[in-house]
């Protein structure tokens, strides 16, 4: 996919798509507008995004605040450079956006998340998610729940620090990245489909409940058929959940992945790229119990 002012060679302008950018970024400064505003007007004026949903505004902040739309890129150092792609706008205009969204941010608290919730964090001897939990004492930390098993429980942030580094390493390599793109389209088109799946699934749910009534199934057909059916729905739901923060992710370049996930990414969007990248994290139980030092035996990254 490509980014939009951009054709998908990452070079060349499009010039109304320009124009849009160019507008938004002046109501932002001189309009006293909010992002919540412009990334509406965007989607009612300029129409959605590259991947056809509307503007959210973290969308439009990423993109506003790219210096590939000025024609620029950060070097290593961290300072404005000329970079391969048609300038958007003029070098002052991107300035002083970007040094709108720098001066919002200053002072925001981060986060305090768990970016291997939501099915990335595993427990190793009996397969089910580990949940994010707080100890009495306040320290986080990913926990089975799972009846019979309880078996693990592992510190959040180091594993989560862990993790990351590994996977941003790991899209450092050209091969990986391009992987990513088609992970990343691909998810974007099961998502299509699984969104148009679910009213049918649960429409099918019903119907199985008519037919219990009426009598024509038995209980153990019935079982049957509804233990599949939520499967289905469970997986069809996974894959909207994955998809959900598709539109957050940055232009997939290494220097945008890095820039990305240092400045500008959420916690949600961090979880979003470490969902696309990393099918599981297996969690085995602690060697010594009641050691709390980091053992990176304890786990097994699965990419996908
Ligand atoms: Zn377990």
Known sequence: MRAYGHESDGVTRIPHEAEYLIAAARKLLDEDATLGDVAEWMTKTAGPTVSGRPWAPTTLRRRLRNPAIAGLRRNADDELVSGVAEPLMERELFEAIDGYFKERERGQVPQRAYLLSCGIAMCDPCGSELVSRSSSKGARGYQCEADGCGKIWISAPPLDEYVSARALARLERPSTLQKLRKLRDDLQVAA????????????????????????SLTMEEYRLAKSSLDQTRKDVLAILRRAKYLDELPELTIEGLSDWWANTSGNEQRRALLQLVIREVRVEPATKRGSNKFDEQRFNIIYR
């Open 192 to 215: 299509e489909a699984a969104a148009k799946k679910v009213p049918e699934l649960d429409k099918r749910k019903r119907e199985l409940a008519a037919a219990l009534g009426a009598t």
